[in-house]
């Protein structure tokens, strides 16, 4: 079985028209493609620099707003420069782009330009005939997020349709990363929270590079939309290597190369490696036997349902910190009452941090960086919501 074909989608700077490629990123996942979304108003190199670190086969981008001609040049340009020319670019923008425009276009090297009242169908028919194939690459990057970004796809694709379970090898000796996994059901707010956090690490920690991995769900053989980076707005930084990854098939909130991805993560001597998990439900425990997390977090949203949930959530045990995020929702309160009972059952003084993550300067957060930064200073200590 190939390996799903990988592209990045993206609206230009200053441009919120994503009604189109939001359409046109459902249906590239309806037909088997893994599609990375970098979300609106993004930068050459916010894009150039996703590309890299995915590995991406090509780069879709939907341009309303004027300034294509120039913007697509530059991302072809900015790719060249950093040695990506195996990335293709190609997009479209209604009757924004001219027929003249796509071939002054063409001409710096964008691939295609689809126009008003092409179908869906054909699009995706595009990305699969032009893509799908093994890249031809030309020996070793200098370039090191091209070099990682390449041995990750390579593991990836070393399990495509092999039963292998997730990687369990033993610990890592005398790793300089520190590794947290973040969990918690879809909706809680991981990705944001994530984000803020790396914000905090940046602006703290001056030389610190940071890795995230972060999952979304699919099955074998299947299409899946990489969604995360479209929410995060600091990690879009030099100093952060991210890589999204599909579950392809494995459930638990992992992908079956995690583990192997994040031994090369480690390897590369980041100083921090986040894992976010996909949405997990109750039963879920992704990180019990990787041995390589350090710290892991739940990340709660305050809407579980009754009191009576949280006995079912295997993590509320093993959790080394938890979150109740989203508490400037109305059911705030009860929740950090019942689940700071619940976590008083287990007897293992587990941190309990309230935080309204998409707030900025939010003072959970800050508590949280506290307790998972190296010169965290910050004690935990509940506040009210
Ligand atoms: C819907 C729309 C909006 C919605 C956007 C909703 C959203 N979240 O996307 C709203 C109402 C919010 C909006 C706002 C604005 N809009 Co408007 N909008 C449109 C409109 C009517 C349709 C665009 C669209 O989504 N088409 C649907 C797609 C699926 O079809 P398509 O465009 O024909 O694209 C085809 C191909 O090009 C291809 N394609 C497109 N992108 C990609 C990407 C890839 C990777 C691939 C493979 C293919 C592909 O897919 C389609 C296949 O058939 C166009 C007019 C028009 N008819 O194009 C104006 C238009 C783009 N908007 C325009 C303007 C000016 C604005 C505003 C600035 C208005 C204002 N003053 O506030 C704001 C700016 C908003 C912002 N933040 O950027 C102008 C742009 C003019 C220009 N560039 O010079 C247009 C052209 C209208 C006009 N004639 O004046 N807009």
């Keep these: 079985m190939p390996a799903p ?75 060249r420069r950093q040695g990506a020319e195996d990335i293709s670019v190609f997009g479209g923008g209604g009757g924004t782009i001219t027929h003249a425009d796509a ?7 964008v691939k295609k330009i689809f126009f008003a009242g092409t179908s869906l169908e054909e699009m995706a028919r595009y990305v699969r005939k032009n893509y799908s194939q093994p890249r031809n690459r030309r020996g070793a990057s200098k370039n090191r997020d091209i070099e990682l970004a390449r041995k990750l796809t390579e593991i990836e694709d070393r399990y495509v349709g092999r039963k292998t379970k997730q990687d369990r090898k033993s610990k890592i000796e005398n790793r300089n990363s520190r590794v947290f996994g973040f969990t918690g059901p879809g909706g809680a707010g991981k990705t944001t ?75 590369a001597g980041f100083d921090y490696v986040i894992i976010e998990t996909v949405g997990t439900g109750q039963e879920a425990m992704p990180f019990q036997r990787s041995g390589l997390v350090d710290q892991t977090v739940l990340v709660m949203n305050p809407d579980y349902g009754a009191r009576l949930q949280l006995q079912k959530i295997v993590m509320l045990d093993l959790a080394d910190i938890v979150v109740v995020n989203k508490t400037d929702q109305a059911r705030a309160r009860a929740a950090i009452l019942e689940i700071e009972r619940r976590l008083q059952q287990n007897k293992r003084a587990q941190p309990l941090v309230t935080s309204v993550a998409k707030r900025h300067r939010d003072p959970g957060v800050d508590e949280l960086f506290g307790l998972v930064s190296r010169h965290g200073v910050m004690r935990s200590k509940r506040r009210k919501p």
């Design 193 to 267: 929270l994530i984000d803020e956090l790396v914000l905090r690490f940046l602006l703290s920690e001056p030389k610190t590079r940071i890795a995230i991995l972060s999952h979304d769900p699919s099955v074998v053989g299947e299409g899946a939309l990489l969604g995360d980076r479209a929410t995060m707005i600091n990690s879009q930084d030099d100093r952060v290597f991210m890589r999204s990854m599909a579950t392809r098939g494995q459930a638990g909130g992992l992908s079956p190369a995690t583990g192997e991805c994040l031994r090369e993560l480690i390897k």
């Design 5 to 79: 074909i990988r592209v990045l989608t993206a609206v230009p700077i200053c441009d919120g028209h994503d009604s189109a490629i939001n359409t046109i990123n459902l249906e590239f996942i309806r037909r088997g493609i893994e599609v990375v979304y970098l979300g609106y108003h993004r930068s050459v190199g916010d894009i150039v620099r996703a590309a890299i670190q995915e590995d991406v086969r090509a780069i879709g981008i939907s341009s309303y707003n004027g300034g294509h001609v120039e913007f697509f040049a530059d991302v072809v340009k900015q790719l």
């Design 103 to 109: 071939t002054e276009m063409e001409r710096h090297g």
